[in-house]
């Protein structure tokens, strides 16, 4: 099975089309969300509703709670640098795919760590470490996605240029936000435009492995995790009995996407040829 086996299905042209067409809206969006004037990062942000501190932990559960994320890393990196993972019948048929879900998984773990150093004390100045490897993880997955639907090539080469814009994104609203022009739009670009479009990708190109629908869970518990990070969310459940934030909780449900994905890379096989 080649590099082009996701065009299998499609009528001549198709393909492209459906490509060009996957490139122009991600323009439009773009385009649309510079219209609107720049979004600084509300200082409000990072009065989470449960700061205390145990075991001498300042903010303990919003700490503690980034350890899923390791483990699901350090899950998803150990099963991708098996050698027996490539091959026929393999979850991944050729080495290249690896790339973008070894970024994925080099995310998740590099999250547990910033996120970490930015809950033991909530600044701007350490939340730039908290939203880098979150990046990398959304634009590896993204490529790897790509990779999987339209090509095995476009998704390799595109994984450099995404991870750029990841890294882009987050130091130009860093650097704004010393100068007092912050400006999270791109940023929101970043995370939204992968999780909207890949609904659409999954639609409109051929599946090239199994279990594709872990996708959409991995998906819905990131919109629980985006829904539990509002600030009123947070302290509606943090003061429904002082036990869990929603922002502790937002870490485990974020986790549990990252975790699916995990199994989807562990136990999808090649899809059986179209036609």
């Not at 302290?235 to 996407?257: D, I």
Request: with cysteine.
């Amino acid at each position: 099975m080649g590099p082009e086996d996701s065009r299998k299905g499609l009528t001549p042209g198709a393909f492209e089309v459906r490509a060009l067409g996957f490139i122009a809206l991600g323009i439009v969006m773009l385009g649309i969300l510079y219209c609107l004037p720049p979004i600084p990062q509300p200082l409000s942000y990072h009065l989470f509703a449960d700061d205390r501190t145990m075991l001498g932990v300042p903010n303990f559960l919003n700490v503690v709670s980034n350890i899923p994320f390791f483990v699901v890393g350090v899950l998803g990196l150990w099963l991708l640098l098996r050698k027996d993972v490539v091959g026929p019948d393999r979850p991944v048929l050729e080495a290249a795919e690896r790339w973008p879900y070894l970024a994925f998984f080099a995310g998740v773990l590099l999250t547990a760590f910033g996120s970490t150093y930015y809950h033991l004390a909530p600044d701007n100045d350490r939340l730039v470490w908290d939203r880098l490897p979150i990046t990398v993880a959304f634009m590896g997955f993204f490529a790897g996605m790509i990779g999987e639907r339209m090509s095995v090539r476009a998704g390799a080469w595109l994984l450099g240029p995404l991870l750029w814009l990841g890294f882009v994104s987050v130091l130009s609203w860093h650097l704004g936000e010393r100068r007092g022009a912050g400006d999270l739009r791109l940023c929101g670009f970043v995370q939204f435009y992968p999780m909207l479009t890949i609904p659409v990708l999954i639609w409109k190109f051929p599946a090239r492995y199994t279990h594709a629908g872990y996708v959409f869970v991995a998906l819905g518990w990131y919109v629980l995790a985006k829904v539990l990070e509002i600030h009123y969310v947070d302290h509606a459940f943090y003061s429904a009995g002082q036990l869990v934030s929603g922002h502790t909780l937002k870490h485990l449900t974020a986790a549990a996407g990252a975790f699916w994905i995990f199994l989807m890379v562990k136990y999808r096989r090649p899809a059986a040829p179209a036609g």
